[in-house]
């Protein structure tokens, strides 16, 4: 586990419109930007995953303003696998790695929310500590799968 850099764009680009759809170039571009804020603001941090010397995944952490019953925070976001690195403990990885940079620049809560259908997502959310704040609509403007999600919220040492 590593902060991203920009030799990383490519990998991380591809592996988001695989999952998500869209242009390549234009994730591209998304990347390049967090990746840049990264730097500049410090409002967010990119990690990526290898196993065995390849790409394997990537994860977000994002200091998201407040909201209508979504206090200002710290929130894990868009934690994706290769498909082919999946069931190894990647996302479990990621996201361990996210907790430790958030815990090491003084960061005690942390906050991600998730569709209710993304039975995998919630289970690693619950198996690394989290804990279900409400389910619904529960991020303005964010819709999910199905049209339920869920806030949930960790504690961090």
Not at 42 to 48: E, F, G, H, Q
């Amino acid at each position: 586990m590593r902060a991203a850099t920009p030799a990383d764009v490519p990998d991380i680009a591809a592996l988001y419109v695989a999952r998500e759809g869209g242009e390549v170039g234009e994730a591209s571009l998304g990347v390049t930007s967090d990746l840049n804020r990264m730097a500049a603001v410090a409002d967010r941090w990119v990690c990526v995953a290898h196993v065995d010397g390849r790409f394997a995944g990537y994860g977000r952490a994002k200091l998201r303003p407040g909201s209508p019953g979504v206090p200002e925070g710290w929130f894990l976001l868009g934690v994706v696998v290769e498909p082919g690195a999946r069931r190894r403990g990647v996302a479990r990885a990621l996201t361990e790695a996210r907790f430790a940079w958030l815990v090491a620049r003084g960061v005690t809560e942390v906050r991600s929310f998730v569709s209710a259908q993304n039975r995998a997502s919630l289970a690693l959310h619950h198996a690394t500590g989290f804990e279900e704040v409400r389910r619904g609509d529960v991020v303005p403007g964010v819709t999910f799968t199905g049209g339920v999600g869920v806030l949930l919220r960790r504690s961090l040492p």
